[in-house]
């Protein structure tokens, strides 16, 4: 598994949903380097589209914590996981995948939420002084289920 850095340049087109596609870079590439590239990057390839390049956003690998697993566990399979949704005190809920969720963490298709609240409680208090939103700047309230998912 490569640790690369990722420019993901978003698009819109007056017809249609954003799109993103995303260039990566070699591991060790700075912040720096990545905007400097990104700067230059999106006058030409807004020359090549119709669509008008609305934001560049980076990711860049960190160091992993102390801890976690040395390996998955065998025979699991990443497509298998489970679809949240959490409510929004906006007008979409917000949804999240987590691959190759645990069995015990379903009672058939449904999450056991009680086994996960840890993992839900991150994503709808935050962790260290840092809540995530939905994407649109909009606070995650609380979770609403959780059902099995299969990804391709």
Known sequence: MADDALLSVKFHAALGSDKTHIIPFANGTTLADISTFATAYAPIVEAVTEAQVTQLSVS????????????????????????????????????????????????????ILANVVAFTNAI???????????GNGIDVGAVLYGKYAYRK
């Open 124 to 134: 709808t208090a935050g962790l260290a002084g840092v809540t995530p939103t939905d």
């Open 60 to 111: 860049l690998p960190i160091a992993l914590p102390a801890g976690l697993k040395g390996a998955a566990g065998a025979g699991v399979r990443s497509n298998d996981g489970a679809r949240f949704s959490f409510d929004t005190p906006g007008r979409y809920n917000f949804g999240l995948w987590v691959p190759a969720m645990k069995i015990a963490n379903f009672a058939d298709e449904d999450v």
